[in-house]
């Protein structure tokens, strides 16, 4: 198969990365048409725009081609926490996911990433009720199909689409996209016969980048640019798809010296859960604070939220300074490294969980990273009764000092066994834990889990080591009341 990018885009191009290329959809898919041009000669020729966004270029490009058009469906599988970012694609009609290297890279297993895969395919069955109605698929067999996105950063989805379309037998599959990425391209080349892009670059962040105007594409536009009802729905498993969107919404905290941002997320749909009965034990409010030179915005603290809540926890992931604080540079860096005070505000926010009432405040799990794992430790000593596990990650727990020994709840330390001084501390401060703390080490990391797949082994780890602690206590607190009455 022969691969090829067309950069027609000397009129267009910029200097940075940082500067828009299209002013709208519209102004990408007139250059995309023209670009494209040589193929309109091609027999059986027929445009496919992937929903939602390729939709309104491919409909400019069939029609300049004075090629048939219609509508092919690929969803991007995203990382738990970070749904921007893709670890795969699932495609209509396609075998399994088509996984990117961010799968590897983080550590997502098989399992869970299945279990997402088969969020998305909900939404697949969604479109294709709302687009196409009774109406059947095109048939693709030996013709030349054009797969139109607005643009390629991993792609991955594309590639998911591309798998699909060659199950149908065409003869052949060209890409087509108004500006790709040149990693994203090369590996695209493998699943189609040609790539045409009218820019390509080296640098690249987000396909949003690249337009002055990246309003998202509706289901109402999509429908007006197939020429069909605008009315279309799919009730039941509209209904399904929109209650598993794993959502997080910014918050403040009040707290005595000022107010803290933070992040609330609600567990994702029991749909998703492997039983009512779990639901119930992991009724728990995972609270992430982290330690210096961090924020609750990283990518760790994300991924870990994410992938709680895919497993039926809330999360909360808290800045533990002020924004006066955050402000002040070095005064600010010094607070965190102050323990006694950031214990004391993650002992307000537990506090102001539990009187507003968040969901699983009344169980909460600590969970620190760096010096807020000293802090997370301090807490649970002085809340032992709304306390339901803490865990440490790369943890400081030896600056939790003598509240070590009054802590009560079960405790996990993660330490990357690459982290030796970490873990020197971490052996020392388990001797003055309660009895049944864990240490774990995760081979080959280092103190911030950077490296492939230690992350992933981070939130495993914990995610299990959590589910047996919450079925634990439950089944506990079920005897004790069965005894009372």
Known sequence: ????????????QRPTAAESVFRHRAHAGEALARSLLPLASEPDLLVLGLARGGVVIARQVADVLGAPFSVFISRKVGVPGIEEVALGAVAEGGDGVVTDAMAWYIGVPADVLERLAE???????????????????PDVQGRTVILVDDGLATGATLRAAARAIRRRQPRRVVVAVPVASRFGLDETRADVDDVVAVVVRDTFETVSAWYDDFTPVTDHDVLTALGRPTRRVSGIVHDISSRIVDTERTIEIPVREGQLVADLGTPVDAGFRETGRVSRERDALAILAHGGGSSRDSY??????????LSGYATLRVDLLTRDEERAGADGASMQLDVPRIAARLTEVCDWAVRGGVY????????????????????????????????????RVDLAGPALARVRTPVLLIVGD????????????????????KLVRVRDAGHTFAEPGALGGVAEHSVKWLDRVAASRT???LGSRRSAS
């Open 1 to 12: 198969m022969h691969a090829r990018a067309v950069d027609d885009s000397s009129a267009m």
């Open 119 to 137: 969020r998305e395919r909900l939404e697949l069955v969604r479109r294709a009720n709302m687009y196409r109605g009774d109406s059947s698929f």
């Open 300 to 309: 760790r603290n994300r991924y870990i939220a994410g992938r709680l809540r």
């Open 360 to 395: 699983g405040a009344r169980r909460a799990i600590l969970f620190g990273a760096s010096t807020g794992a000293a802090a997370a430790l301090m807490t649970a000593a002085q809340r032992q009764a709304n306390t339901l596990a803490v865990v440490a990650r790369g943890g």
């Open 418 to 437: 690459a982290d030796r001084e970490t873990m020197r501390l971490n052996d020392e401060a388990i001797r003055q834990l309660p009895r049944g703390a």
């Open 475 to 477: 089944r506990l607190a």
